[in-house]
T-cell receptor, first 114, second 110 residues
Framework: DGGITQSPKYLFRKEGQNVTLSCEQN?????MYWYRQDPGQGLRLIYY???????QKGDIAEGYSVSREKKESFPLTVTSAQKNPTAFYLC?????????????FGEGSRLTVL | SQQGEEDPQALSIQEGENATMNCSYK?????LQWYRQNSGRGLVHLIL?????REKHSGRLRVTLDTSKKSSSLLITASRAADTASYFC??????????FGSGTQLTVLP
């Protein structure tokens, strides 16, 4: 089935450690996005990519890094510079690049920093 | 920044009743979208309405858009317990990005 796969679903890390969240899609979409969601709040954009080997910062990029070496993959690294990394992270993709089209979301990765 | 804001923050209704959620936004848009999120899951796209449209239907969903008031509403008719979820509006503040509101938590009581 076509869709977006995020892994791991749950992740625990100690303070000061970097962690990488995986996002893979087989929808042949050009655009991919990373959002952060805190309890009871909406989604905030971390990074997005419209095409392979290119990505842009969103509203809260500090302390995060991404790469887009393949169309199917858009991993997110949460670095030790991120002050409050505990959150629910959502990856999304879109087949529309000229406008903000419908987003297809993965099931999320919940990161807890101990 | 939060472009769209939903109202109310929480809504509790009985099964069979209609549920109405509202979204207000600040700047001009090309389209507005509604998404649903079950607890602990990813978001699912429900409906997209363009700025030149006033109303759109999809099954039990009805979305309206009033660009003069910068507001939209989502109506779910004949609600079911399975409709219990958070509902988010999202607006395209630029050509490539969606901005999400903080959501309405809908609880449908059996």
């Amino acid at each position: 089935d076509g869709g977006i796969t995020q892994s791991p679903k749950y992740l625990f890390r100690k303070e000061g450690q970097n962690v990488t969240l995986s996002c893979e899609q087989n929808l042949n979409h050009d655009a991919m996005y990373w959002y952060r969601q805190d309890p009871g709040q909406g989604l905030r954009l971390i990074y997005y990519s419209q095409i392979v080997n290119d990505f842009q910062k969103g509203d809260i990029a500090e302390g995060y890094s991404v790469s887009r070496e393949k169309k199917e993959s858009f991993p997110l690294t949460v670095t030790s510079a991120q002050k409050n990394p505990t959150a629910f992270y959502l990856c999304a993709s879109s087949g529309v690049t000229g406008e903000a089209g419908e987003l297809f979301f993965g099931e999320g990765s919940r990161l807890t920093v101990l | 920044s939060q472009q769209g804001e939903e109202d109310p923050q929480a809504l509790s209704i009985q099964e069979g009743e209609n549920a109405t959620m509202n979204c207000s936004y600040k700047t001009s848009i090309n389209n507005l979208q509604w998404y649903r999120q079950n607890s602990g899951r990813g978001l699912v796209h429900l409906i997209l309405i363009r700025s030149n449209e006033r109303e759109k239907h999809s099954g039990r969903l009805r979305v309206t858009l009033d660009t003069s008031k910068k507001s939209s509403s989502l109506l779910i008719t004949a609600s079911r317990a399975a409709d219990t979820a958070s509902y988010f509006c999202a607006t395209d503040r630029s050509a490539r990005q969606l901005t999400f509101g903080s959501g309405t938590q809908l609880t449908v009581l059996p």
